[in-house]
């Protein structure tokens, strides 16, 4: 099945820092979402991304199709930000079947 | 609009015992997932039922576990009898027929003692 590698697997931030996330995957994807697990472990679809760039607030996401990788920007990051952060991906063989990644853990302090 | 609802939120079982898991999924959603999120880790399909149809149970261990979606709206995630390994978070998500989004239930976190 498809790989799903993510990077790094924790990161600690001063609240005001902005951070990169990345996402590798194996083989060609249709679907690729980033989610937000909070410490009371709620999963938040944050975007939707096969391809393309995307904007939401100080959240921003960009994915290369074609390089097999995604990027999740966080800027001027709040305590809020804090939690575990999966990329998700759907072979177009798979059917609707996501793949998840096994996180970046995010601690933002005061 | 109500989230993906799931119930209990937290369940405590001795080793051997049955334990049920319920769903209710967003209104008008017709994709349901059910998925398993062991500590430290991403979630793993479990079953993915289409309205009334499990179409995806590759993933289900089925010589003890269970699913059903009668009338194509709320589920059942059974297990039976339930072994130690089982302990971990148990999440339901759906999602709509046009659309690929995935939205997910707060999960059941189950204690196999």
């Known amino acids: 099945g498809i790989q799903v590698e993510q990077s790094p697997p924790d990161l600690i931030l001063q609240e005001g820092a902005n951070s990169t996330l990345r996402c590798n995957f194996s083989?060609?994807?249709?679907?690729l979402q980033w989610f937000h697990q909070n410490p009371w472990g709620q999963l938040i679809n944050l975007f939707y991304?096969?391809?393309g760039t995307k904007q939401n607030g100080r959240l921003s996401a960009t994915t290369v199709a074609t390089e097999r990788y995604s990027l999740l920007y966080i800027s001027s990051s709040q305590t809020t930000d804090s939690g575990v952060y999966f990329c998700?991906?759907?072979?177009?063989?798979?059917?609707?079947?996501?793949?998840f990644g096994e996180g970046t853990q995010l601690t933002v302090n005061p | 609009e109500a989230g993906v609802v799931q119930s209990p939120r937290y369940k405590i079982i001795e080793k051997k015992q049955p334990v049920a898991f319920w769903c209710n999924p967003i209104?008008?959603?017709?994709?349901l997932y059910w998925y398993l999120q062991n500590l430290g880790q991403g979630p793993e399909l479990l079953i993915r039922?289409?309205?009334?149809?499990?179409?995806?149970d590759s993933q289900l261990p089925k010589d003890r576990f269970s699913a059903e979606r009668l009338k194509g709206v709320d589920s059942t995630l059974k297990i039976q009898p339930a072994e130690l390994g089982d302990s971990a978070v148990y999440l339901c998500?759906?999602?709509?027929?046009?659309?690929?989004?995935?939205?997910f239930g707060p999960g059941t976190r189950l204690t196999v003692l």
């Open positions: 991304i096969p391809s």
């Open positions: 209104s008008g959603h017709n994709t």
């Open positions: 083989d060609s994807v249709n679907n």
């Open positions: 998700a991906v759907e072979q177009e063989t798979s059917g609707s079947r996501l793949t």
């Open positions: 998500a759906s999602s709509h027929r046009d659309s690929d989004t995935q939205y």
């Open positions: 039922y289409e309205n009334e149809e499990a179409v995806d």
